[in-house]
């Protein structure tokens, strides 16, 4: 077997999503990249990420832009607050490096659009970390109603209920708290949730939805929506999101069909005959990160596109914007 081309990297934002989540992924990839700038507007986040691998003082960079010229990088990593996402990314793809950048691609519909068009238009590649799409439970429930495990699909309804404490890690960023792009935790988080859904159901055609908000002003300025989904195939979703809501662990996926019905939570996937029989449904589990990371390299090192399109990353901002369009305006949305 021949030895994998590793990819020089740079990392550009240096918070908790880099540190817990991409930082092991990358660790298990030692045979397929090397990490060999890191920035971050303050230096102590970055030191902490450079002390962990083992790079120096030359490495780390406080103005992306000037990294993007100098650094020995041929790809970057972006995992900035969401209203960067999209200026970084297409200021790297300007300097003819590789994009993984954090999800959502952008803040608002001008975004997403001009995000989905920077691999043409620059000759790299551009793919949004949205690890979701990798993520094995979903990946194999998406497969299942595709391929008729539960008959025809019709309905899903998902309820995706928590309390987020004003002292957790991700709700003391001054960035969330003062959000300057739409929606705050419902584009932040919820990007996620309509990509899945669209990775069972298909394209989303139309959302109908309301907001609330709790009051608690460090959640942002909405927190929570009811709404209702009709995609392109005739499926209807229902999908009902708070980050102030205390509900039972786990956050139960309910997929129905014609033959049965799918029931995804806390990573196991349980068939449910008409008769009421159940299955658990066996997989191999993995880290979506790391697949997601897998992924990208082959992507750049082949010249071929990543299994998560550009264009699928758009729709989702597009769908989030709709809900907020939908609870302001009244009545239902057509994307």
Not at 123 to 151: N, P, S
Not at 158 to 171: G, H, I, P, Q, V
Not at 189 to 213: C, D, N, P, Y
């Amino acid at each position: 077997m021949s030895e994998l081309k590793k990819i020089r990297l740079g990392i550009i934002g240096c918070g908790i999503i880099a540190e817990e989540a991409h930082l092991p992924a990358l660790e298990r990839l030692k045979d397929r990249y090397t990490v060999t700038a890191l920035c971050n507007r303050t230096r102590p986040k970055a030191e902490a990420l450079a002390s962990r691998l083992g790079l120096g003082d030359k490495d780390i960079w406080q103005d992306y832009k000037r990294m993007l010229e100098e650094a020995p990088v041929e790809a970057v990593l972006i995992c900035l607050p969401i209203e960067l996402n999209f200026p970084v990314s297409l200021e790297a793809a300007k300097h003819g490096k590789h994009v993984l950048c954090e999800k959502p691609c952008g803040q608002s519909k001008e975004e997403a659009r001009a995000a989905v068009d920077l691999s043409r238009k620059y000759g790299i590649t551009y793919m949004v970390a949205e690890d979701c799409h990798y993520e094995t439970t979903f990946v194999k429930a998406a497969d299942l109603a595709r391929t008729g495990a539960i008959g025809k699909l019709t309905l899903i309804n998902w309820n995706l209920f928590r309390f987020m404490e004003t002292s957790n890690k991700y709700a003391k960023t001054l960035w969330r708290i003062n959000h300057v792009y739409p929606g705050g935790y419902l584009l932040d988080g919820g990007v996620h949730f309509v990509h899945v859904l669209q990775m069972v159901a298909g394209r989303i055609a139309s959302v109908k939805a309301e907001t609330v908000f709790s009051g608690e002003p460090q959640l942002g300025k909405v927190d929570t929506a009811f709404a209702l989904l009709r995609h392109e195939s005739g499926v209807l979703s229902s999908l009902n999101m708070s980050w102030r809501a205390k509900d039972q662990p786990g956050h139960l996926l309910k997929i129905f069909g014609t033959g049965g019905s799918l029931i995804v939570v806390d990573g196991k996937i349980t068939r449910i005959s008409p008769d009421g029989k159940e299955e658990e449904i066996p997989f191999i589990n993995e880290n979506g990160y790391y697949l997601e990371l897998a992924d990208f390299h082959r992507a750049v090192t082949r010249g071929e596109p990543p299994d998560i399109t550009a264009e699928s990353a758009a729709h989702d901002v597009e769908v989030i914007l709709a809900i907020l369009e939908s609870a302001e305006k009244g009545g239902a949305v057509r994307l």
